[in-house]
């Protein structure tokens, strides 16, 4: 992001709105990217951070996390299934951790994101001001709409799930990661590192469709390999 020219932080939802009318204008979650590009620019961060959406709490059968919760909140909160904790708690940096908020990490959508892989499969749903709410994995393939604001993420927070991961070395990203739960009988998972967006897959049939990028860390086939290695091994993790 380049150097901001001016910074807002209003105290209602519909004041920040307001505000995100202008087309130079864009919202401040974690701020993990502030002035990182060191170019000049007319560009205005609307800061979220007093609006209070950072609750993370039960509400009736499934939890609503708040956007501007951070991932170290998610990672300590009792209302927050313990499998997903731990996949929050290595979301990222410590550092980081206190700063990056969950709306944040969902708008940016990146595809080796394990924490949007657990959200995919917990069923979460993504509120929004100025757009109807809808399902992350829709919302991962068409990006926020525009003039929309993420307040909040809900997930059920019930059944059993497990994660497996191959990387380089342990601090870093997985280059594929596999998240599997099961509820009610019903299974989910999800893949990182094969496309843009972390992607929900045929539990059966892991790399079905799948065309996957390649990078120096490895080729489209060595992915589609662990694809079907890891989405088989995190499946029999949770029979």
Known sequence: MPLIA??????????AMDLLQAPNRIVLAGGTVVNADRAPSDLEVVDLQSLGLDTIEHDGDRVRIGAMATLAAGGDADAVPAWM????????????????????????????????AALLVADARVELAGAEQRGLAELL???????????????????????????R??????????????????????????ADTPVLVDPLDPSAGLTPPADFRGTAEYRLELARILGARAVEAIR
């Not at 001016?6 to 004041?15: E, G, K, N």
């Not at 904790?85 to 700063?99: F, V, W």
């Not at 393939?141 to 497996?164: K, Q, S, W, Y």
């Open 169 to 194: 070395t342990p601090a870093d990203a997985p280059i594929v990661a596999a998240v599997a739960r099961t509820s009610n009988g019903t299974t989910a998972l999800a893949l990182t590192g094969v």
């Open 6 to 15: 001016a910074y807002h932080r209003p105290t209602s939802l519909d004041v």
């Open 85 to 116: 904790r731990t996949i929050a708690r290595a979301e990222a940096p410590s550092t980081l951790r206190s700063l990056a908020t969950i709306g944040g990490t969902v708008a940016a959508g990146s595809g080796e994101s394990l924490l949007l």
């Open 141 to 167: 393939a068409t990006g926020v709409p525009e003039g929309a604001v993420i307040t909040a993420v809900t997930i059920d927070p019930g059944g059993t799930a497990a994660e497996a991961h191959t990387a």
